[in-house]
């Protein structure tokens, strides 16, 4: 899918993922995972703001949120005034996002390398922009441990892509693997199919 299109999908979904920010066990996934964000924070992919309520603000001194969606960050504008962040919103694609090379404590991606071209390449900036003693933090879906579901996700895949735009059958942990990231600790809930994972930097 043709990233103009991809982020047109996403523009329209706005209000569905809106409705969806407040699921209680996805919301306690983020809850469990961003609270060990801390210092100057990237959020990447940062969506309507569903982890605005879950950050530490005695911990966290910046947050930076990045998307691709014009009509994402509006709402997460929103979401951060209702929660009395104060975010610098970037609007750009992370694939031609530069940053300064070590320059953050903390870098969050939540729901969202199902839906980039080459993952590892992002990963991979994560680690440059990352502190050496900084935290890396994904939530993620992907494929399942289980045989049978994966072999169904497999199938799925092209239409699930066309109409979500995103993949359902991407292997998050060999993904990580794959990268420069240093994985510390790894939880995976629903056969597998997400995964919470702290990670670090490897320098």
Request: aromatic share 8%; charged share 25%; net charge positive.
């Amino acid at each position: 899918m043709k990233k103009e299109k991809l982020i047109k999908k996403y523009d329209s979904q706005v209000s569905m993922y809106e409705n969806n920010r407040n699921n209680p066990t996805v919301a306690g996934w983020r809850e469990k995972l961003i609270k060990s964000a801390y210092g100057k924070v990237l959020e990447v992919g940062v969506g309507v703001g569903a982890n605005f309520p879950h950050y530490d603000k005695q911990k966290v001194s910046e947050i930076i949120g990045v998307d691709f969606s014009k009509e994402m960050i509006k709402s997460a504008e929103q979401q951060a005034i209702t929660n009395q962040l104060h975010v610098h919103f970037i609007h750009q694609d992370v694939d031609t996002l530069s940053l300064q090379s070590n320059s953050f404590n903390s870098i969050v991606s939540t729901l969202t390398l199902c839906s980039y071209p080459d993952p590892v390449k992002t990963l991979n900036k994560y680690n440059d922009w990352c502190q050496e003693d900084g935290a890396v933090l994904f939530l993620e879906h992907g494929l399942s441990s289980n045989i049978l579901l994966s072999m169904t996700q497999k199938v799925v895949d092209p239409l699930y892509r066309r109409f979500s735009g995103c993949h359902c059958d991407r292997d998050i942990l060999k993904i990580m693997e794959a990268s420069k990231l240093q994985v510390k600790h790894i939880e995976q809930y629903w056969s597998g199919m997400v995964s919470l994972i702290w990670a670090k930097p490897n320098k």
